[in-house]
């Protein structure tokens, strides 16, 4: 029992680095969900910003892009032709990329895409050498993500829950393969939760229900008016009534247009501006944004100081402020170029976008000669040497690059992900988070615990840990946190922090932390999910095994996940109770039938059933697995 218990122990400590891992990658974008003001502590933070919109505050709430289209048709009508109104879709099977299937050689599985019944199914199966069947997922999906423009990357939703599928369809090459950041060999299959955060900027409004990771609420599915202009109703409620004198400013909705650049940038910003950590201030998150707002009212933006040339991340707004263009030209922003009611896309791109440029530029302001620029380029798309577009296919690696340079010749060539966050002195060392936007106006408690979790967020993302930055940020979180948490600052993400951050070191410790982070009156999900987990880890090396079965209850009803249910069925099985293992490992297995540990429970809690026949089925499942595949 204890050598097995061992064993159990090693696959937890992995399986929640891996959760860690995958939190902190899922992190990467997360803003708690908190109906909460904050109220438990006695540092206080700055108010939000005065804004003369009236529909900035909380008086005006949503009414939907369908009321909006009922005055507005021209808009309406502009905006269905953007990839903007076809950000997230459910999937229309006919809609979709043909059949087909394909092998990852990395990871040993068989992929299939197929229609049955009108659904649209993704299929996962592992095979023996002889072609024969050991595992298999099928699963309908639900929803698509991305235009198609590029990519278009699914989703599969399980008993209410979003998980990310690890099949895409790529449109340069017509092809299906595995999703963006799938390609190594113990990759998640279905088993990647998509939270709130991840479906945030796809969306256009989503929540997390009842308090859970990955259970989404769709208010309002794609992205609308409202995610640019700001809620509608007293808008709308003014113009029904025409009780506005003429030619009287409607104050009561945004026109990004007539805002000052920043708290433009901070409209398409929220979705645009992306690093390798975004933090949400203490007990504020997304839902407290508003256009015509500024985002550092409710998050603050990390990028790497010194770093020159990250494409790793969605960056257009941080390439485009690196230019020059922008430095010298208060009036260039993202309307320069873009206009969210164009209409339809440019008929000649090249002289649509050259126009651009010309309308700062003459065409002799090129320093390069005429005759070589023609050679080139015979319409002289000055794109094609200042702003190239890079050869990746992953989505949020910025396709175009928005910086744009005087010396085409002085940009890296393409560069692969993660590779491009070496440092361009290539030190080798960690280079330093600092916010993309000021951020004085906030305590400087309050400034060290958000770089303290932007370091922390930074040392889960599997980017960093591939390129070895991630130890680095780990101890730089380790000693940011501890110093606020000294500093007596009450704030449930700096525990939940904290606590992963000793797991490792110190067992105990991490304990306290986690109990502390789950007292607190506000925590994002993520951060409940891993402290639950990280109280259930210390109560199974005590042999608490009825107290770790009650946080892996709680666990599972926020989240989804292969592991949990594993662990839940484990408890029951060590309080020998195999009736009610049974059904917590076959929903392990429901999610990952891969697993050999699962398979050996699960023979276990058959055997105890009296059942020998299934028993001896798993055994020799677990048996296979463990061979073939090592866990
Ligand atoms: C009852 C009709 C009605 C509804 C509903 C309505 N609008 Fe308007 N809106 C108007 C009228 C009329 C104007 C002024 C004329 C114009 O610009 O079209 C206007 C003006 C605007 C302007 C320009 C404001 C400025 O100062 O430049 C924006 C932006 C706008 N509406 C967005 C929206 C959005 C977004 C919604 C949905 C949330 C919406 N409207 C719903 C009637 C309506
Ligand atoms: C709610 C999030 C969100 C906001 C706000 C937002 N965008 Fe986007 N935008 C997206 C997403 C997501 C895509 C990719 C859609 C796809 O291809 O599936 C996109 C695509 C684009 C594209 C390329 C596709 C196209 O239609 O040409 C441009 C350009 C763009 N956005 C500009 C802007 C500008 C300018 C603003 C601010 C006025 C803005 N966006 C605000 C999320 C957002
Ligand atoms: C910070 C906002 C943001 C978050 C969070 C985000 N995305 Fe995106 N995503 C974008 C924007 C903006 C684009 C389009 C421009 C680009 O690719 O740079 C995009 C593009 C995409 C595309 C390609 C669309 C196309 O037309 O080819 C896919 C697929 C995608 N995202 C999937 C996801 C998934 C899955 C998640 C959650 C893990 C996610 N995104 C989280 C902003 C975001
Ligand atoms: C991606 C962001 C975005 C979305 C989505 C969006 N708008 Fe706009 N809208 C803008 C911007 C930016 C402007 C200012 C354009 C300019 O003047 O350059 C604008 C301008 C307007 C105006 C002012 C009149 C005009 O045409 O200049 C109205 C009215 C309007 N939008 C209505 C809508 C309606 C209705 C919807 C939804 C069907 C919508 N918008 C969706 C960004 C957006
Ligand atoms: C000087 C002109 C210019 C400005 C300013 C500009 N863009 Fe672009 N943008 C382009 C060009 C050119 C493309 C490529 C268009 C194409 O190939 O269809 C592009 C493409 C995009 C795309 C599609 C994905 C990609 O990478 O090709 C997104 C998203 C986008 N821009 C967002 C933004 C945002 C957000 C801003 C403001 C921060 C902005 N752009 C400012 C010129 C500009
Ligand atoms: C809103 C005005 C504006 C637009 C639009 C604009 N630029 Fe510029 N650009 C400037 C200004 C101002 C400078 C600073 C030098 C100067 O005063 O001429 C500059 C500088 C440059 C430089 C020199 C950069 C350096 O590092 O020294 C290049 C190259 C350039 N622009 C190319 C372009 C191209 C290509 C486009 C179209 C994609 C473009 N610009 C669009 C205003 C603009
Ligand atoms: C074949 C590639 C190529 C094309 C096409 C091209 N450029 Fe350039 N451009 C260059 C190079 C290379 C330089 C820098 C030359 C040098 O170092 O003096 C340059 C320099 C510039 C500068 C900076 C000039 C200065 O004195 O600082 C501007 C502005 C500029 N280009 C604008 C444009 C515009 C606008 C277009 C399109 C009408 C365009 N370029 C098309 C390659 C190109």
Redesign the pocket.
């Known amino acids: 029992m204890t050598r097995q218990f061992g064993r159990a122990r090693l696959i937890l400590l992995l399986l929640v680095a891996i959760a860690v891992g995958a939190g902190g990658f899922?992190a990467?974008?997360i803003r708690a969900r908190s109906p909460h003001p904050t109220s438990d502590d006695q540092f206080s933070l700055p108010p939000f910003s005065e804004s003369r919109y009236l529909n900035t505050g909380t008086e005006a709430h949503y009414i939907g892009t369908a009321a909006c289209a009922k005055c507005h048709r021209d808009n309406y009508l502009s905006y269905l032709h953007t990839?903007h109104s076809r950000s997230l879709a459910e999937v229309d099977p006919d809609a979709e990329p043909p059949d087909g299937a394909f092998d990852h050689q990395l990871s040993g599985r068989s992929y299939r895409v197929y229609r049955k019944d009108k659904q649209l199914r993704h299929e996962e199966v592992l095979r023996t050498a002889q072609g024969q069947d050991v595992t298999r997922v099928d699963l309908p999906v639900r929803y698509r993500?991305?235009?198609?423009?590029?990519?278009?990357?699914y989703l599969v939703e399980i008993d209410g829950f979003l998980h990310?599928s690890p099949i895409?369809w790529y449109?340069s090459r017509s092809k299906w393969d595995m999703s963006?950041g799938y390609d190594f060999a113990d990759h998640w299959g279905f088993d990647r939760p998509?939270g709130a955060?991840?479906?945030?900027?796809?969306a256009g409004r989503a929540e997390a229900v009842d308090g859970t990771l990955n259970r989404i609420a769709f208010q309002e599915q794609v992205i609308g008016c409202e995610n640019c202009h700001g809620p509608g109703s007293l808008h709308a409620a003014l113009r029904r009534s025409q009780n506005l004198a003429p030619k009287a400013e409607d104050l009561t909705i945004v026109n990004p247009a007539r805002l000052p650049r920043p708290r433009l940038e901070a409209v398409c910003g929220a979705?645009?501006?992306?690093g390798p950590a975004t933090v949400a201030l203490r007990g504020r998150t997304a839902d407290d944004f508003r256009p015509g707002m500024p985002l550092t009212d409710y998050r603050i933006d990390y990028r790497f100081d010194g770093v020159e040339e990250l494409m790793t991340v969605?960056g257009?707004m941080a390439q485009l402020r690196k230019s020059v263009c922008y430095q010298k030209r208060e009036s260039l922003t993202c309307l320069t170029c873009h206009d969210p009611h164009a209409g339809d896309v440019p008929k000649n791109e090249t002289a649509f976008y050259r126009q651009k440029c010309l309308g700062c530029h003459t065409v002799e302001a090129c320093s390069l000669d005429q005759v070589q620029r023609l050679a080139k380029d015979p319409t002289d798309n000055c794109l094609i040497c200042h702003m190239p577009r890079g050869a990746t296919e992953f989505?949020?690696?910025?396709?175009t690059n928005h910086r744009i340079l005087r010396n085409p010749v002085a940009r890296p060539p393409g560069l692969a992900p993660g590779r491009a966050l070496l440092p361009s002195d290539s030190s080798g060392q960690a280079p330093n988070l600092v916010p993309t936007d000021d951020n004085i106006q906030l305590s400087p408690l309050d400034r060290q615990r958000n770089l303290g979790l932007a370091y922390f967020e930074a040392s889960g993302n599997p980017v960093y840990v591939r390129s070895g930055y991630a130890g680095a940020f780990h101890e730089r979180a380790l000693q940011l946190l501890e110093k606020v948490d000294a500093a007596g600052l009450a704030d449930g993400e700096t525990a939940g922090a904290l606590a992963n951050l000793y797991w490792e070191k110190d067992h105990a410790l991490a304990a306290v932390y986690a109990r502390k982070a789950l007292q607190s009156s506000h925590l994002s999900a993520e951060a409940r999910v891993s402290s639950l987990l990280k109280l259930a880890g210390m109560d199974m090396q005590d042999r608490q095994f009825e107290a770790a079965g009650r946080h892996l209850a709680e666990v599972v009803r926020l989240q989804r996940a292969a592991g949990d249910w594993y662990f839940l069925g484990l408890c029951y099985l060590q309080q020998n109770q195999p009736s009610q293992a049974l059904p917590a490992l076959q929903q392990s297995l429901s999610i990952r039938p891969d697993r050999s540990a699962v398979h050996a429970r699960l023979a276990e809690a058959y055997r105890l059933l009296g059942d020998d026949q299934r028993a001896t089925e798993h055994r020799e499942k677990a048996n296979w697995l463990f061979k073939e595949h090592g866990d």
């Open positions: 899922v990467w974008k990839a993500i991305g235009s198609g423009h590029f990519t278009r990357t990310e895409t449109s963006p998509v955060s991840c479906v945030s900027c796809h979705c645009h501006l992306s969605a257009h989505p949020h690696l910025a396709f």
